[in-house]
Each structure stands twice: as C-alpha cells, then as structure tokens.
C-alpha cells in the first residue's frame, strides 16, 4: 500500500509539472510590448508570416506600456493553457530591470531565450535644417559645439531610462559636455519634436530613421555601433570620434521559463529559418535590419552578457526614472 502510495504520488508531480509548463500545441501567439507600428512589431508580423508553413496560423498581439514591461510580464506569467513568445528587447531585457522599483519579472530566469531577431544601431541625428544652420555635420562637430555653447541645446529620447537617454548620457559623461534632456513618450513623438525644432538631436534606432534620413529630413552624425552600417556606409561610428561609445538595439523571441526544451527548439528552427528565407530577409532588410543566427543557450549568453553591461552603465552614469 505505502510502495502505490508512492507511485500515485510520483504521478501527480509529474502531472503538476505538465500542466505548468507551456501549451505548445496551442496557437501561438508573438506578443509586441510595443504599440503597433514600430520595427519590433513590423518584425514580429514579418516572422509569423515566414512560420505559417511550419507552425500554422501565429497571431501578434500588442501589449504596451511601462516601457515594455507589461507585455514582457504578461509573457512571463503566462497562464498554463497559454502557447505565447515575446518580442523582447534591450530594454525589457537589460535595461529596465535596473530602472524601475519593484521590477514585476526577471528577465534571466523567468524567459527561454528562443532566438535574436536583430541588432540595429542606434544612430544620432539632428534636423537637417538645424545641422546646417550650425555647421553640425558629424559627432565631433556637435561635440565642439556644446563645449563652446554649454546648456544651449536640448536632446530628446523616448522616455527616461530609454536606450536613446542611456545613450545621450554616455555621450555627456564620456566628453564632459552639458545640454538638457528631454524626455518623450516614446521614440516617435521624440522624432517629431526634433523635426519640429524643438529639440536639437535625437539618438535613435537605424530602422525607424533611416526613412527621414534618406528623406533629407534628418541629418546622420554617427552610428553607435562599433564600425559603420552597410544603410550609413558615409556615417562614421561615435566611437571613432568619442572612443568608448558603443551602444546597439537589439531584439529576439523569447518563451516563458516553463517551455518545454523540444517546444524550444522546434520555434528557434522554424524562426530562424523564417529569417534568413529570401522574401523575409528582404523585408527586413529593408527597415535596415539583418538577420541574426543567435538562438537557445548562445542568445541566452548574449543577454546576459548586455544584463550585466546596461547595469553597469545605469549605474555608472547615475541615471534613474523621474
């Protein structure tokens, strides 16, 4: 009697187990922690569309706010009966755990990393108009001029704590300049202020300004990557001229924790295919983005090597939410 205890016991556990780890026989669905619209949405329907052959019919669904952290969590708290990936990014992956207070998920061990979908610069820009009045054409030549004009111009970034702020400030502390911040909600209404004048340069992501540069309307002082970009290849990267700058956007899918490892697989290879086919590749090409190879335990390396790097950063530079 006590030895079937035993085993009913056995069996139960392993039934618990079942029930809580993702259903991936159901639909699956790709949340964006992003309004509609932006390039890890635009992404994100370029890969459903590329798996409906393997995986069947996948919909993405948007679910904003807290600087992406709402819809992370939602993933992360999935409800056993639930198939959801996340797009996540830099930001609710490396970033924002060191910004906000009662941070709602961990972001290493509550996710599976499934695949890096892309890393794009970020790229600094200033209204054409403006560059030219001031004779602003690279980041050497904005660098000269807010040591000679100290608190005169404004920068803009989506947000406190957004990856355009983190940016704008490594660019202060690594050349001892000072110009004000101001802060948008979100990255669009950033741009438009730019554009409008109302603030003097931006550090934003390649994909989403690459349109208005190529329009005239922004003018490209430097690319915060390491080397030049294949879209820029006449834009020097900042860390020629401030050594020590490197800053990359970068995004991928991840699973809640509890996704079984043969349900991991089986999405990193039909994802990761879904990248590299042709009619994919060209589409993201095109938003200035090129697919990556990283996938599992290797995309799983990489986000905690950038965890550890923003933490750092965060809090060298001191910045804090408002």
Not at 46 to 67: M, S
Request: charged share 20%; proline share 6%; with cysteine.
């Amino acid at each position: 009697m006590l030895r079937r205890s035993y085993i009913l016991a056995a069996i139960l556990a392993g039934a618990a187990c079942a029930v809580h780890a993702q259903n991936a026989s159901a639909p699956l669905t790709i949340v964006v922690p992003y309004p509609a619209g932006g390039p890890l949405d635009t992404s994100a329907r370029i890969l459903a569309e590329g798996v409906r052959g393997t995986l069947g019919a996948v919909e993405v669904v948007n679910k904003p706010g807290a600087g992406g952290n709402t819809g992370a969590d939602m993933v992360a708290k999935a409800p056993k009966d639930a198939n959801l990936l996340v797009m996540g990014a830099v930001a609710t992956h490396a970033v924002n755990p060191w910004l906000y207070k009662g941070f709602p998920y961990d972001p290493l061990r509550d996710f599976k990393p499934i695949a890096l979908v892309a890393r794009t610069p970020n790229v600094l820009v200033m209204g054409a108009e403006q560059a030219k009045s001031l004779n602003i054409g690279t980041t050497a030549d904005l660098v000269q001029y807010l040591k000679k004009h100290p608190d005169q111009l404004k920068y803009g970034s989506g947000g406190n704590g957004s990856i355009g702020h983190i940016a704008a400030e490594m660019l202060k502390s690594l050349t001892n300049t000072r110009v004000a911040h101001v802060p948008f909600q979100g990255a669009a209404p950033a741009l438009k202020a730019l554009q409008a004048g109302e603030v003097s340069f931006v550090f934003d992501n390649l994909a989403s300004s690459l349109p208005l540069i190529q329009a005239g309307k922004l003018k490209a002082l430097g690319v915060t990557t390491l080397g030049r970009d294949d879209e820029l290849p006449d834009v020097r990267s900042i860390n020629d001229e401030v050594p020590g700058f490197n800053v990359v956007t970068w995004f991928g899918l991840f699973a809640p924790a509890s996704l079984p490892d043969d349900a991991a697989r089986k999405y990193a290879t039909a994802f990761t295919t879904a990248m590299h086919a042709p009619a994919s590749a060209a589409k993201l090409k095109k938003m200035g983005l090129d697919a990556e190879d990283l996938t599992l335990a290797s995309f799983g390396q990489f986000v905690r090597s950038e965890h550890a790097k923003y933490g750092f950063l965060i809090k060298a530079a001191k910045i804090k939410l408002d």
